[in-house]
């Protein structure tokens, strides 16, 4: 895997003049010569989170470029969306991001809505997808909490936060039966009915999980040597992550107040902001610089609590009802065009679907936030040491299912 | 501002390319419409693409400073144009803008706006292998998705899938 591309010639000569050190030591360069090396990082490198190679340039230890490879796990999602029916293509929104599954079908379900204006979706379901959508993206931020630790070196964090998953997983079987990939958000509302008691349950994990996040705080966010790993690393300044077009997490750990659910509100999001129900947590340069990789992961990791607020604002309003809109068993769409971004764990995930009025998509396009956010890497990992790499790609938090789609 | 003041502004500060808005519109029986649902687009000329991007990102009243998407839709297989569809968005307005340029088939070639907003750079390379755009000025217009040796551009809607890979079938 590792190719010379120049030949290797040591030519270890200490070099003449030396430096004092403030012991009153004097230190010896070495004038070694380190060919250019590269180095292919994946495509199954455990920090890559999926099967994705980065072609890693390095002198010594140093890395001089950075060139990510995807397409390992293209499905052509957005060709199939032209070739099945508009509710066919729901389970295949699951597949993108499969960290945020509930998200997905979120997404697509409003692109959808937006072109049947005459669709009325009902209070309770939008509720109830508000609840469901909250609670994967905290699942999803349990992911990139856990996963960066163990890229770092900090098993511990990544077992309790699955643990936390699992429940949020249980809570989810109980209302759609899957786990992983559940469909359950669909045009027109949610696929059937919450048991009895889930709202009850879900209340029990908002009490349980609030205690839980101080304790994960503490332990991983503010541990000394996971601070030294990530603290001045990987910066991105404003006007990088403007150029970028970098969304979410990204751009907010930049110090860029900016999110999809409070400025460009979708559902009833508006009506939870007004109510002043939960904060948007931004990077402050509070540890290093702004715009570090530690920013970037205080950010997410107290945006778990804000999504715990907007829960338990939903289940205080939340009343008996329908909720599935009037929607036929095969769904035709008024021809159009339309373009809804929502706000998803990993920054926005945009559907432009365009009907001609039949029951098949003319277009069907995803912008998967995943794939632009990894954009940034070409420019952030030159002059970083190679360590340091495995920090900078665990911060940008993609999922390889979504950046090749 | 909503699209009718972007678009008032637009034409007001005489941004170049630009052609018409497309507006969604009821149905009409009597001329057979069936209307459109859905948002307002902008439609521009493709050349003068890039110079377009560059008002609406360094206005002062517009200040779209994302980009955030940026694709291509064939839309049918008897029609002669394909389009290239962008989404700007401003942070510091709050306000979103659809682009459109339409493209011969035949000849389906526009600016590269990677200069103007450094996010087009991927989207332009997945346009180029999917629909077989060129983007004139693209630093590095490889395949992303796709393997470099793939025949045809697959997202177009005369494509045909291919009938083996490599000497494995695929039927």
């Known amino acids: 895997m590792v190719e010379q591309t120049q030949e290797y010639k040591p030519s270890i000569q200490p070099s003449e003049e030396g430096r004092v050190l403030p012991s009153g030591e004097r230190e010896f360069f070495f004038d070694v010569s380190t060919s250019d090396l590269e180095v292919n990082m994946g495509p199954q490198h455990p920090a890559t989170h999926g099967v994705m190679r980065v072609l890693l340039r390095t002198d010594g230890e140093l890395?001089?470029?950075?060139?990510?490879?995807?397409?390992?796990?293209?499905?052509?999602?957005?060709?199939?969306?032209?070739?099945?029916?508009?509710?066919?293509?729901?389970?295949?929104?699951?597949?993108?991001?499969?960290?945020?599954?509930?998200?997905?079908?979120?997404?697509?379900?409003?692109?959808?809505?937006?072109?049947?204006?005459?669709?009325?979706?009902?209070?309770?379901?939008?509720?109830?997808?508000?609840?469901?959508?909250?609670?994967?993206?905290?699942?999803?931020h349990l992911i990139a909490f856990g996963t960066y630790g163990l890229d770092i070196g900090a098993f511990t964090p990544f077992f309790y936060a699955f643990r936390e998953r699992e429940w949020i997983q249980a809570l989810f079987e109980k209302i759609c039966g899957a786990r992983l990939t559940y469909s359950?958000?669909?045009?027109?509302?949610?696929?059937?009915?919450?048991?009895?008691?889930?709202?009850?349950?879900?209340?029990?994990?908002?009490?349980?999980?609030?205690?839980?996040?101080?304790?994960?705080?503490?332990?991983?966010?503010?541990?000394?040597?996971f601070v030294m790993r990530t603290k001045d690393i990987g910066v991105i300044t404003p006007e990088m992550a403007y150029d970028f077009g970098l969304t979410g997490p990204m751009l907010?750990?930049?110090?860029?107040?900016?999110?999809?659910?409070?400025?460009?509100?979708?559902?009833?999001?508006?009506?939870?902001?007004?109510?002043?129900?939960?904060?948007?947590?931004?990077?402050?340069?509070?540890?290093?610089?702004?715009?570090?990789?530690?920013?970037?992961?205080?950010?997410?990791?107290?945006?778990?609590i804000e999504s715990i607020k907007i829960v338990r604002y939903c289940l205080g309003v939340i009343e008996p009802g329908p909720v599935l809109g009037d929607v036929p068993k095969v769904i035709k769409v008024p021809p159009g065009e339309a373009y809804v971004g929502i706000e998803n764990p990993r920054g926005e995930l945009g559907h432009y679907s365009h009907s001609d009025g039949g029951k098949v998509a003319v277009r069907c396009r995803v912008r998967g936030p995943s794939f632009v956010n990894l954009a940034v890497l070409e420019d952030l990992m030159p002059g970083t040491l190679l360590a340091d790499s495995v920090a900078i790609i665990g911060s940008t938090d993609i999922v390889v299912g979504e950046t090749d789609r | 501002?909503?699209?009718?003041?972007?678009?008032?502004?637009?034409?007001?500060?005489?941004?170049?390319?630009?052609?018409?808005?497309?507006?969604?519109?009821?149905?009409?029986?009597?001329?057979?419409?069936?209307?459109?649902s859905g948002m307002p687009f902008v439609r521009i000329e493709p050349a003068s693409f890039v110079d377009f991007l560059l008002v609406c990102r360094d206005d002062p009243k517009l200040t779209f400073e994302l980009l955030v998407d940026l694709t291509a839709s064939d839309p049918a297989a008897d029609d002669e144009n394909l389009w290239v569809l962008v989404q700007l968005l401003s942070v510091k307005h709050k306000h979103r803008l659809a682009v459109k340029a339409y493209l011969p088939k035949s000849s389906a070639s526009i600016p590269s706006a990677t200069a103007v907003y450094r996010a087009a750079q991927w989207h332009e390379r997945e346009c180029g292998e999917m629909y077989g755009i060129t983007f004139v000025g693209h630093p590095d217009p490889r395949n992303?998705?796709?393997?470099?040796?793939?025949?045809?551009?697959?997202?177009?809607?005369?494509?045909?899938?291919?009938?083996?890979?490599?000497?494995v079938s695929c039927e």
């Open chain 1, 252 to 304: 907010r750990g930049s110090g860029i107040d900016f999110d999809l659910r409070r400025d460009m509100p979708y559902m009833d999001y508006t009506e939870i902001w007004e109510a002043g129900a939960y904060q948007i947590p931004l990077g402050s340069g509070e540890k290093g610089t702004l715009g570090d990789c530690w920013d970037r992961f205080d950010v997410r990791v107290k945006e778990m």
């Open chain 2, 1 to 36: 501002m909503d699209f009718k003041a972007i678009y008032d502004h637009l034409r007001a500060v005489d941004a170049p390319g630009l052609i018409e808005a497309d507006e969604p519109r009821l149905p009409d029986k009597e001329t057979k419409d069936k209307g459109r």
């Open chain 1, 63 to 140: 890395v001089t470029g950075a060139q990510p490879h995807l397409g390992y796990l293209h499905r052509g999602a957005e060709k199939i969306g032209e070739n099945v029916e508009w509710l066919q293509y729901l389970p295949y929104t699951d597949r993108y991001d499969y960290l945020a599954a509930m998200n997905n079908n979120l997404g697509y379900s409003l692109a959808v809505e937006a072109l049947m204006p005459g669709l009325e979706i009902p209070r309770r379901a939008t509720l109830i997808r508000t609840i469901c959508a909250e609670l994967n993206r905290i699942a999803s």
């Open chain 2, 144 to 167: 992303i998705l796709l393997p470099d040796d793939w025949v045809g551009y697959p997202m177009r809607k005369d494509y045909e899938f291919p009938k083996e890979y490599h000497g």
């Open chain 1, 184 to 225: 359950y958000i669909r045009i027109g509302g949610v696929f059937n009915e919450a048991p009895p008691g889930w709202l009850k349950e879900v209340e029990h994990f908002c009490d349980v999980f609030e205690e839980k996040w101080k304790e994960y705080y503490d332990l991983l966010a503010l541990n000394h040597i």
